[in-house]
T-cell receptor, first 111, second 115 residues
């Protein structure tokens, strides 16, 4: 079970690009990386998932270096509504009970 | 809206009462998970089902907690003899195992307040 480490909090301003890095030094060969976003009083929302290199969708990009010991979630041109907690998780297929959330990164977007 | 629904969204109860929460997963999903989340913490795994089978329940917080998924569709989480420490958000998630990668989709949660 890979353990992840993220910054506890980050501040940014509207319109900036935000990069949140997650360390997962013990990632296994069949593990992939998933990021969730959570607003207060709501369930976590799936953002993006990847195994290696770069993945991009309409919301974010995920950069994974060749050694896969870290990953970076990139949010382009953030707005106030991107203020939330962001969680990084790693695991293989068949997560089961091993879908472990850490405390996440609390992103505050300022005007 | 992820397609996972939970009912009720809020529940206030008195200590010692029993409460039951319901989760309706995305219809084609075969796995269903329950989590608890307290203020400032990430979700904490409680238990999960694959179809009707409960594959892991040792992480339920005490024997006052139980969960069912009788027909492999919706699930219920019951807390008996509630205590003030049970106050938290209870989250349900569903996934489809056997697809390319398992991705869990979460419901909006049920917020429980025990007085």
């Amino acid at each position: 079970l890979a353990k992840t480490t993220q910054p506890i909090s980050m501040d940014s301003y509207e319109g900036q690009e935000v990069n949140i890095t997650c360390s997962h030094n013990n990632i296994a060969t069949n593990d992939y990386i998933t990021w969730y976003q959570q607003f207060p009083s709501q369930g976590p929302r799936f953002i993006i998932q990847g195994y290696k290199t770069k993945v991009t969708n309409e919301v974010a990009s995920l950069f994974i270096p060749a050694d896969r010991k870290s990953s970076t979630l990139s949010l382009p041109r953030v707005s106030l509504s991107d203020t939330a907690v962001y969680y990084c998780l790693v695991g293989g297929d068949n997560y089961g009970q091993n879908f472990v959330f850490g405390p996440g990164t609390r992103l505050s977007v300022l005007p | 809206d992820t397609g996972v629904s939970q009912d009720p969204r809020h529940k206030i109860t008195k200590r010692g009462q029993n409460v039951t929460f319901r989760c309706d997963p995305i219809s084609e999903h075969n796995r269903l998970y329950w989590y608890r989340q307290t203020l400032g913490q990430g979700p904490e795994f409680l238990t999960y089902f694959q179809n009707e089978a409960q594959l892991e329940k040792s992480r339920l917080l005490s024997d006052r907690f139980s969960a069912e998924r009788p027909k492999g569709s919706f699930s219920t989480l019951e807390i008996q003899r509630t205590e003030q420490g049970d106050s938290a958000m209870y989250l349900c998630a569903s996934s489809l195992v056997g697809s390319f990668r398992e991705t869990q989709y979460f419901g909006p949660g049920t917020r429980l307040l025990v007085l």
